[in-house]
């Protein structure tokens, strides 16, 4: 293709809204353009970048036997109601009428309209399993539409659903996605791991997501430094431990005035967060909870949930009702529940609120007091690996893709039964496999650029070579050399863009080198003399002279 017939929309400012890297590039690249919140035009270079991942997807999920299909982003709200997620989805769900008061969602994911096809189309175990996928738009209205198409509202999801006759073959396709995510990811050229996974409101119990490591990354997630444990912290579990130390120390009230967070306490008491022990105030569905915590430790708000419920945090009001003094509220003598995280139980001589403004206890232990132990907390770095092999090294990682087991939850809601063996109807087990297309784009430039611009993993790359001829339109020789360098790569099929403006050299260089065009070719009258052609890789400040005649098979041999 050549530059003039190719709409190039480089800007030099990124907009002020895009706050990481890859948000900055993608629009200072002109891949994408922001239409509103969270909606994304993609231009045709930001196309061509897109159309190569979803070919990457759709040769690997071919491959594993999956089969394509195409479901409508509009679904009507009787599959929801069936599936019962049409109360429990929330915001995220958008949902509409028609002009005869029909109620709508657009479709944040498919479970409901691929079970109710299978429940339609699959008829006998002869037919199972199956997997279907497509890639196709998602709307999800995100509460915090960020970081461009990385968190967007409209979305491009390749989502599979397979279904099973028994429990065997649901964990088979599993491995079977497991392994063909690994090939997708590393075929788009990502530093990615498999992590385990809290399912969310999709459902069922098993769940790995893969995610590709950056700072810029919104999950933090954790590894054994000495074995493949890997988990998304909040899925890291933790259970109860042995007591290593023994009661020593004399319980004693001590002034803390004003001092009431834990850093604040521990600087001023001299002691490690560590030796503290934090109390949170929560409301369950039916009352009220207190969860104490080790000074140093965060709460893991799905662990909670996933013990009590939906939670919220105690209001100044509520906790005032309950006759507890904020920033000093302890272990000691409380009216409601106490829950003890397994780590800060087996504290000895700690130190907690006194429940008495501006006084703090020293000297704690556990006797007497009334509680029970649970897993309540995020993991930090150097923890021990809950597999028992090794220390806990924490990462931030993008997910890129999540799959799922899902067992029978939508396929029993939804009677999607096939007659089995003994002629009986047996409920189908489903399993579910998801990867953000789109966010794919984002994370593989948050993990190649530099201060030039994006540098593509050369499989996803709007093109592959440039060919930047200087004065083009003035020299008759250059101009020559370029068209016949450029006719011969199009013949051998290399992904060529010939820059035939009148442009600075500098602007043509700028240019590419910011759509992460991964091999430059240069030719100029003072090449022309020589023979020669200038060849540099985007990820390689070194510039080579090749000869004009090896120039092609040059390029072969670098882009296969
Ligand atoms: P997240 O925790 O990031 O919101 P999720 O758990 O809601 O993701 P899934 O429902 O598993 O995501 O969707 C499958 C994949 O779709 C995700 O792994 C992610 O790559 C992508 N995805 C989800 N939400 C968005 C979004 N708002 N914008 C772009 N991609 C998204
Ligand atoms: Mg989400």
Redesign the pocket.
């Known amino acids: 293709m050549k530059t003039s017939q190719i709409l190039i929309s480089t800007q030099k400012e990124a907009p002020n809204d895009a706050q990481i890297i890859s948000h900055q590039l993608m629009i200072r690249a002109g891949l994408v353009s922001k239409l509103a919140s969270g909606l994304y035009s993609y231009l045709p270079m930001g196309l061509r970048v897109l159309q190569k991942v979803e070919k990457i997807i759709r040769e690997e999920m071919n491959k594993s036997g999956a089969q394509e299909v195409l479901m409508p982003v509009a679904q009507p709200a009787e599959l929801w109601q069936e599936s019962g997620r049409w109360d429990e989805y929330g915001a995220e769900l958008l949902r509409f009428s028609d002009r005869h008061g029909r109620e709508f969602c657009l479709g944040p994911?498919h479970e409901e309209v691929i079970t109710h096809l299978a429940a339609q189309y699959l008829r006998s175990y002869k037919q199972l399993p199956m997997n279907f996928y497509q890639i196709q738009t998602k709307f999800?209205d995100?509460i915090r539409p960020r970081f461009g198409?990385?968190?967007?509202?409209e979305?491009i999801?390749k989502d599979a659903y397979s279904f099973h006759l028994d429990a065997n073959s649901m964990q088979a396709e599993f491995d079977k996605m497991h392994a063909t995510y690994c090939a997708i990811f590393t075929r788009l050229g990502l530093d990615y791991r498999p992590v385990l996974a809290d399912s969310?409101s999709?459902g069922g119990e098993n769940s790995i997501?893969f995610h590709v490591l950056s700072e810029s990354g919104?999950d933090a997630i954790c590894f054994s430094d000495n074995s493949n444990y890997a988990a998304n912290i909040e899925k890291v579990a933790f259970s109860k431990q042995a007591c290593i130390d023994t009661p020593s120390a004399i319980e004693e009230k001590v002034p803390t005035k004003k001092k009431t967070s834990i850093e604040e306490v521990a600087q001023f008491l001299h002691i490690k967060e560590a030796d503290c022990v934090k109390t949170l105030i929560v409301k369950t569905k039916n009352s009220f909870k207190a969860l104490a915590l080790r000074g140093d430790h965060e709460l893991n708000e799905i662990k909670v949930q996933n013990l009590f419920g939906e939670f919220e945090f105690a209001s100044d009001e509520e906790i005032k009702s309950l006759n507890l003094k904020k920033g000093f509220i302890g272990v000691k003598e409380l009216t409601i529940d106490l829950i003890v995280d397994y780590s800060a139980s087996v504290l000895c001589d700690f130190v907690c609120g006194a429940n008495e403004w501006d006084y703090h206890l020293v000297g704690v232990n556990w006797n007497g007091i009334e509680f029970v132990e649970a897993d309540l907390r995020n993991a930090v770095e150097g923890d021990a690996s809950p597999d028992g092999k090794g220390k806990l090294v924490v990462r931030r990682g993008i997910?890129?893709?999540?799959i799922f087991q899902l067992g029978d939850k939508y396929t029993k809601a939804m009677n999607a039964n096939v007659i089995g063996e003994s002629g009986k109807a047996v409920t189908t087990l489903m399993g579910c496999y998801?990867?953000?297309v789109?966010?794919v784009i984002a994370a593989a430039i948050e993990q190649n650029y530099d201060d030039r611009g994006i540098i593509f993993p050369a499989s996803i790359a709007p093109f592959q070579l440039v060919i930047v001829p200087i004065n083009y339109n003035k020299s008759t020789r250059v101009k020559a050399l370029a068209d016949e360098l450029y006719q011969q790569c199009l013949d051998a099929g290399i992904e060529v863009l010939l820059d035939d403006r009148k442009e600075r050299a500098g602007i043509m260089f700028a240019e590419s080198e910011l759509l992460g065009v991964p091999h430059r070719l240069v030719l100029s009258d003072t090449h022309a003399d020589n023979g020669n052609v200038e060849y540099k890789a985007r990820n390689n400040p070194e510039k080579i002279e090749v000869r004009f005649d090896d120039a092609l098979s040059f390029m072969q041999s670098k882009i296969r």
């Open positions: 994911t999800r995100e198409v990385m968190r967007s509202r979305f999801m969310g999709i997501e919104e997910e890129v893709g999540h998801g990867i953000g789109t966010r």
